[in-house]
């Protein structure tokens, strides 16, 4: 089924329970996004969706809706309509697949450039720069509250690496100039929320930097995190946020790969490019997926498996480059 933005509201009109969810291991667009929906939904229809995320990061706690988000997923009534949102494939959408299996109407809005359309109806727009920003072009400009401003720009802010990112359109740009006339305090979320390091986030970046590796005549830099120093620093998955972007910029290097151990021999990847390299399109090949310049995947193997297989991938691509 077609997505209709008319419909869509009619839809969240009529309906008795709205479920909305993103993707495991949330970051920003997805917290932003699924809280933006939320409070624009509760201010302009009078319902209170129910927001399931596996966690909130500490550091978006004070958006609005944010102590609401049902982080356990119990079992319970099917929904009347229930929202993908930044997530475009069962396997990212978690437990809350339960859900989506149960509800009467299912809806997906997403921008990653290898969404699946595995809701009923899907607003799948990959030249976006953020979901939050797709979210923004639904909403009525007029009927945004502050609450809602500042979870859909926060969504932007992240996916964009403030405004930096490839994917930044003057459309983004001016989206989030209409989101700072809703009172939206950008120097509370750009700083409070993006370039915020706790002391922990700073060392395990240190870390990393200092141990990374150059190869494929510095094009490739990678670096790693092992089961061991994950435990021996209590990282949690927010915790290694940003170094995969601080690695990229290494001056003359087009991919930048992050790998960290879930479990033993299981390694949750980041990758990153610059110009040329289709990220995303490597990360599919291994069950994962994400942007053309930013994507993921888990891959199984010895640390030096998993990076000869991202490397040999990246090698083809260069070479056909030229
Ligand atoms: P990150 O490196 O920040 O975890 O992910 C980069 C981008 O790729 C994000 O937009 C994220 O949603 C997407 N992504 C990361 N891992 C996966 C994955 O396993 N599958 C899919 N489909 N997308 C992923
Ligand atoms: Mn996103």
């Given at each position: 089924?077609?997505?209709?933005?008319?419909?869509?509201?009619?839809?969240?009109?009529?309906?008795?329970?709205?479920?909305?969810?993103?993707?495991?291991?949330?970051?920003?667009?997805?917290?932003?996004?699924?809280?933006?929906?939320?409070?624009?939904?509760?201010?302009?229809?009078?319902?209170?969706?129910?927001?399931?995320?596996?966690?909130?990061?500490?550091?978006?706690?004070?958006?609005?809706?944010?102590?609401?988000?049902?982080?356990?997923?119990?079992?319970?009534?099917?929904?009347?309509?229930?929202?993908?949102?930044?997530?475009?494939?069962?396997?990212?959408?978690?437990?809350?697949?339960?859900?989506?299996?149960?509800?009467?109407?299912?809806?997906c809005i997403d921008h990653h450039a290898t969404s699946s359309?595995?809701?009923?109806?899907?607003?799948?727009?990959?030249?976006?720069?953020?979901?939050?920003?797709?979210?923004?072009?639904?909403?009525?400009?007029s009927k945004i509250t502050k609450g809602c401003a500042e979870?859909?720009?926060?969504?932007?802010?992240?996916?964009?690496?403030?405004?930096?990112?490839?994917?930044?359109?003057?459309?983004?740009?001016?989206?989030a100039g209409a989101l700072l006339d809703h009172g939206v305090?950008?120097?509370?979320?750009?700083?409070?929320?993006?370039?915020?390091?706790?002391?922990?986030?700073?060392?395990?970046?240190?870390?990393?930097?200092?141990?990374?590796?150059?190869?494929?005549?510095?094009?490739?830099?990678?670096?790693?995190?092992?089961?061991?120093?994950?435990?021996?620093?209590?990282?949690?998955?927010?915790?290694?946020?940003?170094?995969?972007?601080?690695?990229?910029?290494?001056?003359?290097?087009?991919?930048?790969?992050?790998?960290?151990?879930?479990?033993?021999?299981?390694?949750?990847?980041?990758?990153?490019?610059?110009?040329?390299?289709?990220?995303?399109?490597?990360?599919?090949?291994?069950?994962?997926?994400?942007?053309?310049?930013?994507?993921?995947?888990?891959?199984?193997?010895?640390?030096?498996?998993?990076?000869?297989?991202?490397?040999?991938?990246?090698?083809?691509?260069?070479?056909?480059?030229?």
């Amino acid at each position: 089924m077609a997505f209709e933005t008319l419909t869509f509201w009619e839809d969240i009109g009529k309906a008795g329970s709205i479920g909305i969810a993103g993707h495991i291991r949330p970051d920003g667009d997805c917290v932003g996004s699924a809280l933006g929906l939320a409070s624009y939904i509760r201010d302009n229809f009078g319902k209170e969706p129910e927001v399931f995320l596996e966690e909130v990061p500490r550091a978006f706690a004070f958006l609005s809706g944010a102590d609401k988000v049902i982080t356990d997923y119990p079992s319970r009534e099917p929904f009347d309509i229930f929202i993908a949102v930044d997530c475009g494939d069962e396997g990212r959408l978690g437990k809350a697949m339960n859900y989506v299996k149960s509800a009467k109407k299912t809806y997906c809005i997403d921008h990653h450039a290898t969404s699946s359309g595995f809701m009923e109806s899907n607003l799948v727009i990959p030249e976006s720069a953020a979901t939050a920003q797709i979210i923004y072009t639904l909403c009525d400009d007029s009927k945004i509250t502050k609450g809602c401003a500042e979870a859909l720009y926060l969504g932007i802010v992240h996916d964009t690496g403030v405004f930096k990112h490839s994917c930044t359109t003057r459309e983004t740009m001016e989206i989030a100039g209409a989101l700072l006339d809703h009172g939206v305090s950008s120097a509370r979320i750009i700083d409070g929320t993006f370039y915020e390091k706790t002391y922990l986030q700073n060392q395990i970046l240190g870390r990393c930097l200092m141990e990374s590796i150059l190869c494929l005549d510095g094009k490739v830099i990678f670096s790693s995190i092992d089961r061991k120093t994950i435990n021996l620093y209590g990282l949690g998955p927010a915790d290694t946020e940003g170094i995969i972007d601080q690695l990229r910029v290494t001056k003359g290097v087009e991919v930048a790969i992050l790998i960290r151990e879930l479990t033993p021999r299981s390694w949750r990847v980041s990758m990153r490019s610059c110009e040329i390299v289709d990220v995303a399109k490597i990360c599919s090949m291994f069950g994962g997926g994400g942007h053309v310049r930013a994507a993921g995947a888990t891959l199984s193997g010895s640390r030096r498996d998993v990076i000869n297989n991202l490397t040999a991938e990246i090698e083809k691509q260069l070479v056909k480059q030229g």
